[in-house]
């Protein structure tokens, strides 16, 4: 209950609905009391959440190529943010509770530069090899442009990541990754910069074949 100090125009002490008045050194104030903590659980903000949850679990161990490949698309803000919102709008699938990301629909990359053509990736003894078609001068396709590639495993939620070992010119190049990795389930990105890092092309989604 609120107390009144003097007359109406004076002060008051306590709590007088969503009011608490005080004083300090003389002074008196009211403020509003802070809304309540409780969050809302309504059914399309659970939706949301759980969305939202699997695409960041998705694209976690996967960031240190977004930052590359993402960069352009970042209008501001991190490009691990954008990465994020196409996943969300793009490549979540599934019904709440239970969602995943499609793979297949997912971008460690983005851009306006020509990607990757007739591209496949082989298992190999010491991880993986990559192989493409020189596309060069396809569109703005130059053969110093620089292969970024990506191997996520889903068995384990870590990825390989390498840029700049390889160019488009190259229409190859190797990714080691631990024997251990044999057997579990894995899928490849690759994309591609300009060499100086400006112009970036969408990753394509790439399925292993065994050697």
């Known amino acids: 209950m609120g107390k009144l100090q003097t007359n109406i125009f004076g002060g008051f002490s306590g709590k007088v609905g969503s009011v608490v008045g005080s004083s300090w050194r003389g002074i008196s104030y009211m403020r509003a009391l802070p809304r309540s903590g409780g969050v809302s659980h309504t059914p399309s903000q659970l939706m949301q959440r759980g969305r939202f949850k699997a695409a960041v679990s998705f694209?976690?161990?996967?960031?240190?190529?977004?930052?590359?490949?993402?960069?352009?698309?970042?209008?501001?803000?991190?490009?691990?943010?954008?990465?994020?919102?196409?996943?969300?709008?793009?490549?979540?699938?599934?019904?709440?509770?239970?969602?995943?990301?499609?793979?297949?629909?997912?971008?460690?990359?983005?851009?306006?530069?020509?990607?990757?053509?007739?591209?496949?990736?082989?298992?190999?003894?010491?991880?993986?090899?990559?192989?493409?078609?020189?596309?060069?001068?396809?569109?703005?396709?130059?053969?110093?442009?620089?292969?970024?590639?990506?191997?996520?495993?889903?068995?384990?939620?870590?990825?390989?990541?390498?840029?700049?070992d390889a160019v488009r010119g190259d229409c190859g190049c190797a990714v080691a990754f631990p024997a251990l990795w044999r057997g579990d389930e894995m899928c490849a990105y690759l994309g591609f910069t300009s060499a100086d890092g400006k112009e970036i092309s969408n990753s394509i989604f790439l399925n292993f074949y065994e050697r």
């Open 59 to 164: 694209l976690k161990p996967l960031n240190a190529a977004i930052r590359i490949g993402w960069r352009g698309y970042a209008s501001g803000k991190l490009p691990f943010h954008a990465a994020l919102s196409h996943t969300i709008k793009n490549a979540v699938s599934g019904v709440y509770p239970n969602y995943f990301v499609d793979a297949s629909k997912a971008l460690v990359s983005a851009g306006w530069l020509t990607g990757a053509a007739d591209a496949v990736a082989v298992e190999t003894d010491g991880g993986a090899r990559l192989h493409w078609a020189d596309n060069s001068f396809d569109g703005a396709a130059k053969p110093s442009d620089c292969a970024l590639v990506a191997v996520a495993n889903f068995s384990r939620a870590v990825a390989v990541v390498v840029y700049g």
